[in-house]
C-alpha cells in the first residue's frame, strides 16, 4: 500500500515498516522457502509502485499474479489483517492496470526482440559459447552489417552463418579467420535456445521497451505481467531474455542520476534460474547490468528461494531485503540461514537466524534503506494483504483487458526482408543463373555433337558419291570393254566373211 509518499509494507513491534521511494531504485531481493509468502510480497510491493505512479514489470511463473487484474474479494481472514494493519480507512478491494505478454504468445501480447538487438556479446554469453566461437560470431555479425543483412530472426542469423561459411575465404583476409568447426559449434548452440522458443521471442515486431513505461489515466503505474509458467522451464530463453531486458535498458534509458522515485521496477521470479550453471562470464554481465542500471532509474528485485541462489557480486547489490521463512534440515540449509541472517542489520531484540527458521506465512525479516541510503535494522515484520484478487485472473477478464490495453500492434508477427530472404534470394538467383550456364553448357555440346555428326554424315555422303563415283567410272570401263570386244568380235566375223567370199569367188572362177 502506497501512502505518505512511502510504500507500507507491513508492521512490526516498533510499528509500520515502510519502504522510501527515492531508494527503491537501489534494488532489492525476496527471499524464502517454497509456500512462505513471497508471491504475496511482490504483489503488494507492486500495487504499492503503481500506486506511486511507478511502472513495473513481472514474472509470473505460477500463473496467479495476473489477479492484479481484477480487485479482490473481502473474506473473514482479510477484514482482520485489515483491522490489524489499521488500515481500514485506506484500504479498497481495486484492480490494478495491467498488461499481459507472454512470449509463447498464449496468454499474453508477443514479446519479440531482434538477433541484432541481443547483440552477439550478449547472445555469445547466452549460448554458452567459447572464446574462438565468440569471435567468429562477432565476424558474423560484422559482415552481415557490412552487406546490408538485417538479422531479425534465429533463420536470419542461421542462414548468414551458412552462408559465411560457404564463403569463409572470401572474408578470411578481411575478417580473420572463421573455422567450419566454431561455425558448426554455434550453430549447435542454437539448436536448444530455438527449441525452447527462441523463434518465437526473435523476429519483429520487436518491443519498445517504453511501452512498459506507461501510466493510466488516473496516473497509475501499468503493471506488467509476463506469462512465464512456460517460459521457466526453458531456462535458456528465461536467461537471454532478462538479460537482453536489462541490457535493452540501459542502452535506451539515459543517465538519471538519484530521482525521487523509480522509472521502471523489474521483479524476477524464479531468479536462480539465470544464475543456475551460468558461466562466469555471464554472471558478471549481469553483476554489471545490476550495478548500472540503477543510474538509469531501474529498481531490479529477484525473487528466489535463498540468497544462496544469487551470487555474491550480484547479492551486494540488493540493497532492499525481505526474508520470507527458511527451513534448515540439512547442514548447507543451516548455512543458507547463517548467511541470510549475516546478510541484515542486527537487531539487538532478537536473534535473527533464530528467527528466519520460526517465520510463519505471511512474516519476513525486512530492511530497508532510509531517505539517506542507510540501511534499516532488521523488523520481524507481518507483511500487508495485497489489494488485488488473490489468485489468476479469469480467461474472459484477461482476454478483454488485452483488447483494451493498447497493445494490439504486437500481436500479429511481421516476417520483412531480412537476411534469411535476401541470401535466399541471391541463392535462388546463383542456382537460376548456374541452372542457365548449364543450360548453355547442355545447348553447346548438343550443337557441337550435332555438328561433329553433320560431319560424319557429310563425310560419309561424300564417301559414298566417291564410292559411286568410282562404281560408275568402273562399269563405264566394263561397258567399254565390253562394246570394245563386241566390235573386236564383229570385226573378226566381218573379216572372216569377206575372206570366205573372197576364197568362194576365187573357186568359182576357175
Avoid at 481495486?94 to 499474453?108: H, L, M, R, S
Avoid at 528467527?355 to 507481518?382: K, N, R
Avoid at 541470401?423 to 548449364?438: D, I, S, T, V
Avoid at 568380235?489 to 576365187?506: D, E, H, P, S, Y
Wanted: glycine residues 8%.
Amino acid at each position: 500500500m502506497y501512502r505518505d509518499g512511502k510504500i507500507y509494507m507491513g508492521l512490526c513491534d516498533e510499528g509500520p515498516v515502510e519502504m522510501v521511494l527515492n531508494m527503491s531504485n537501489r534494488h532489492g531481493l525476496i527471499a524464502g522457502a517454497s509456500g512462505t509468502g513471497k508471491t504475496i510480497t511482490m504483489k503488494a510491493m507492486a500495487e504499492s509502485f503503481s500506486d506511486a505512479g511507478v511502472p513495473v514489470f513481472l514474472c509470473d511463473v505460477k500463473g496467479d499474479v495476473s489477479g492484479l487484474g481484477a480487485p479482490g474479494e473481502p473474506s473473514a481472514s482479510m477484514e482482520k489483517r485489515i483491522d490489524k494493519f489499521g488500515i481500514r480507512d485506506s484500504f479498497q478491494y481495486k484492480a490494478y492496470p495491467v498488461c499481459f505478454w507472454d512470449i509463447y504468445q498464449e496468454k499474453g501480447h508477443p514479446v519479440r526482440a531482434t538477433v541484432s538487438d541481443m547483440g552477439p556479446e550478449l547472445l555469445a554469453r547466452i549460448l554458452g559459447l567459447t572464446a574462438a566461437q565468440e569471435g567468429v560470431l562477432h565476424i558474423v555479425f560484422r559482415i552481415a552489417d557490412d552487406k546490408g543483412l538485417l538479422l531479425t530472426d534465429l533463420k536470419d542469423l542461421k542462414a548468414v552463418l551458412n552462408y559465411v561459411n560457404e564463403h569463409r575465404a572470401e572474408y578470411t583476409a578481411s575478417y580473420g579467420n572463421m573455422s567450419p568447426q566454431s561455425v558448426g559449434g554455434i550453430l549447435r548452440a542454437l539448436i536448444p535456445l530455438e527449441n525452447q522458443g527462441g523463434d518465437l521471442f526473435f523476429g519483429e515486431p520487436d518491443l519498445d521497451i517504453f511501452d512498459w513505461m506507461r501510466r493510466d489515466a488516473d496516473g497509475k503505474g501499468v503493471v506488467n505481467i509476463l506469462d512465464s509458467v512456460k517460459l521457466v522451464q526453458n531456462p535458456t530463453l528465461y536467461a537471454g531474455f532478462l538479460l537482453w531486458m536489462m541490457a535493452e535498458l540501459f542502452e535506451r534509458l539515459p543517465e538519471a542520476g538519484d530521482l525521487d522515485r523509480p522509472k521502471l521496477v523489474f521483479f524476477f521470479d524464479e531468479a536462480h534460474m539465470l544464475f543456475a550453471d551460468a558461466p562466469k562470464v555471464l554472471v558478471q554481465k549481469v553483476e554489471q547490468m545490476v550495478k548500472l542500471i540503477r543510474s538509469r532509474g531501474v529498481g531490479i528485485y529477484f525473487v528466489t528461494q535463498s540468497p544462496g541462489d544469487i551470487p555474491n557480486s550480484v547479492l551486494a547489490q540488493l540493497s532492499n531485503r525481505v526474508q520470507h521463512a527458511l527451513r534448515a534440515y540439512t547442514p548447507a540449509e543451516q548455512k543458507a540461514v547463517r548467511t541470510a541472517a549475516q546478510s541484515f542489520r542486527a537487531n539487538p531484540a532478537f536473534r535473527t537466524e533464530a528467527v528466519i527458521m520460526e517465520l510463519g506465512v505471511g512474516q519476513a525479516l525486512i530492511s530497508f534503506l532510509d531517505e539517506e541510503g542507510v540501511p534499516g535494522v532488521v523488523q520481524q515484520t507481518a507483511v500487508i494483504c495485497p489489494q488485488s484478487f488473490m489468485g489468476p485472473v479469469e480467461e474472459a477478464v484477461r482476454r478483454r483487458l488485452m483488447a483494451q490495453d493498447g497493445m494490439g500492434k504486437y500481436d500479429e508477427a511481421v516476417d520483412a526482408l531480412s537476411a534469411y530472404e535476401i541470401l535466399n534470394e541471391q541463392m535462388e538467383q546463383e542456382a537460376r543463373q548456374a541452372a542457365l550456364e548449364a543450360e548453355r553448357e547442355q545447348l553447346e555440346k548438343e550443337k557441337a555433337a550435332f555438328e561433329k555428326q553433320k560431319e560424319k554424315e557429310e563425310a560419309a555422303a561424300l564417301k559414298k558419291k566417291e564410292r559411286e563415283r568410282e562404281a560408275a567410272a568402273k562399269k563405264r570401263e566394263r561397258a567399254a570393254e565390253r562394246r570394245k570386244a563386241q566390235i573386236e568380235r564383229t570385226l573378226i566375223n566381218t573379216g572372216a566373211q569377206v575372206l570366205k567370199r573372197g576364197l568362194l569367188g576365187t573357186l568359182f572362177k576357175k
